[in-house]
DNA sequence: TGAGCGTATGTTTGCGCAAACATCGGCCGT
DNA sequence: ACGGCCGATGTTTGCGCAAACATACGCTCA
């Protein structure tokens, strides 16, 4: 830390009386330092309070043990699980971890953060990108970086990705609805900016299509919940809408509520499936069927991907999912009789 | 970045035939370079693709520009953001952040992170320690770190604090719903290892005592929508309960719940209070009124503060108290005429 | 016109650490 | 008994950068 005259090997190996050299043989856990020699220098280090200086070893090493984590924001469950999961996982393999913060979603501003990036003290990032960028342009990804890209997609031919089964997940939502004897699934989708939203609804729409079911529209959200409540408040006017999935759960908790204002009953009238499993989807009313993502996992298949590379072994490209499980709670169930909507209860 | 042979000063004073400090002069936007030989130095820079190494700089100035931020958790609205606060500030000021995880809410666990912090690449420290520790103990801060604790308390006494006014949100609270007309205010605290727990709760009974109200027994939960829908269950079974007030949104959130299922309508029969104003907040059912936080703001402080340690200006002990906001929303309003329960609407 | 000064640039140095190489003893085997 | 070898420790060196100091080249003004 910024103390103003830090203890170095220098200082250690004068009050042990050997050469620095020794010093540093025994803070980086070496063999060849006699038992005797070792327990001397460990007490004088002791006594002076000595602590290795990163900088000097990271500019000797050419290597930080640092890992970068660039995201948009940190106001979405995913990117903080996600980044928790990184955090954790670096934690085990001794490595620091520094947050990259990227002010837009643009290319510019991609490109910006790995030009700090470049000048940061990291020695590879974690790129968690859940939005997609003007698609056309050029990789926002500089060459010669060491990048795991996170919850996106650009199909990992030029660097590792590491996402959600995004498409599995959907197709389980869907499924289960489908399952419970519903005679289609609406879907309430993310922005059309972002691949996981894309991927979700291209599966959603891909099972109904497998089952030869007709395609409700889709409504397109922004994931708050203020635009599910929109939609939802729309959806309520729809009497063939007796299922409905959301692409996060926090836009079904717009739904729920919309629903609910609605006096529409979940889920005897409407079933919601949402995506994600906040945890406090659980004490929605009612709690909610949800399917949960392993966000942690993600976290430490991007450490570990992003280590590989930096070791040297471990591939530069592919793409890893990592798979969804389906949480039933209250909030789906098999529609009315009729297929179309239960009547409502007395 | 982990580039096997970075481009290094020397490369480009070589290709820009100049010498290598005048390199450095550039790179430091220093004035005494005249125009020209600037120029040339920038495209020396640009065709080789330099990029200062931040080892060797924080090694030469002794300063890595970059802040350490030590949490038990990312799991919990209000640590994330701040951190997001911390992040925005700090690159306003052009440091880094790095996260400092720590295992455990004990003596120990902090110490072992200040240990790793000190051989970390950062200048400074912002420890949002929600929890407290054992208090018998002495400072787990070791002396000679620059620290600012967030979301705390420990009397500023050793380090400067910044934390939510967490007394006067809890009045606020308190207040509007006996402004309302309630006869008292139950509260759903926090942990007991919790400082803002604690200080809620002071607060809350504070108010009930300092208007001569009787002061119903504190429940404790535990921060999570599952603790709160225990609770709630419980207090629907005290018909004088017209009013409650929760240390959090999320134990809020389980209230709800729990009095819907009971049958209990928010607000005609009971009023609910939380405390954070989370994103989702707008969007409980009702919509919940709660007292607002200003993470952004303690982020920006806490930034501020440890970056005048640094410099040597600025207080090194000394407690900031952010004010906090009361959100009116849904979820209260006047009691019945009788001083109870108002009877359930037909 | 030349002393004096300021400005642009170059040279030296060392930050703390750890490879690479050097040295110094003792212990082995024959 | 002595060459050779190995294990423990010391010495040198340079990572990339930027302070500190040195130099060189005008330009001003008496």
């Known amino acids: 830390m910024g103390e103003r005259r830090a203890v170095s090997m220098a200082d250690v190996a004068r009050l042990a009386n050997v050469s620095s050299q020794t010093v540093s043989r025994v803070a980086n856990g070496e063999t060849s330092v006699v038992e005797s020699t070792r327990q001397t220098v460990l007490r004088a280090m002791e006594e002076l309070?000595?602590?290795?200086?990163?900088?000097?070893?990271?500019?000797?090493?050419?290597?930080?043990r640092a890992i970068g984590v660039m995201t948009f924001t940190l106001s979405t469950t995913g990117n903080v699980r996600t980044l928790e999961g990184i955090v954790a996982a670096a934690a085990v393999?001794?490595?620091a971890v520094t947050l990259i913060?990227?002010?837009?979603?643009?290319?510019?501003a991609v490109r910006g953060a790995f030009t700090r990036a470049g000048e940061l003290a990291v020695d590879a990032v974690v790129a968690i990108m859940e939005t997609h960028l003007a698609s056309d342009a050029p990789a926002p990804y500089p060459p010669g970086f060491k990048v795991v890209v996170a919850d996106s997609d650009d199909a990992g031919d030029r660097h590792p990705?590491?996402?959600t089964d995004q498409a599995a997940?959907?197709?389980s939502a869907t499924d289960h609805l489908l399952d419970l004897g519903h005679r289609t699934v609406w879907h309430v989708a993310g922005p059309e900016s972002s691949y996981a939203a894309q991927r979700r609804r291209d599966a959603w729409r891909a099972r109904l299509v497998a089952r030869g079911l007709q395609v409700p529209r889709v409504l397109h959200g922004d994931w708050t919940p203020e635009s599910g409540y929109e939609i939802g408040l729309r959806l309520a006017d729809e009497p063939s809408c007796t299922a409905v999935f959301a692409a996060n759960d926090q836009m079904a908790l717009g739904l729920l509520r919309a629903f609910h204002d609605r006096g529409l009953r979940v889920p005897e009238q409407v079933s919601v499936v949402g995506f994600d499993d906040v945890p406090e989807a659980a004490s929605y009313i009612p709690p909610l069927t949800t399917v949960r993502q392993d966000f942690?996992?993600?976290g430490r298949l991007c450490v570990e991907q992003v280590l590989g590379q930096v070791r040297g072994t471990g591939p530069t490209t592919g793409t890893t999912l990592v798979p969804t499980q389906l949480v039933v709670r209250?909030?789906?169930?098999?529609?009315?009789?009729?297929?179309?909507?239960?009547?409502r209860r007395a």
Do not use: C, M, W
């Open 296 to 298: 942690e996992q993600i």
């Open 330 to 343: 209250a909030s789906s169930a098999a529609p009315g009789r009729t297929g179309a909507r239960r009547p």
């Open 169 to 171: 997940g959907a197709a």
């Open 161 to 163: 990705v590491v996402d």
């Open 93 to 95: 393999h001794d490595y």
């Open 101 to 108: 913060p990227v002010n837009a979603p643009s290319q510019d």
């Open 49 to 64: 309070g000595y602590r290795p200086n990163s900088a000097a070893r990271a500019l000797k090493r050419g290597a930080f």
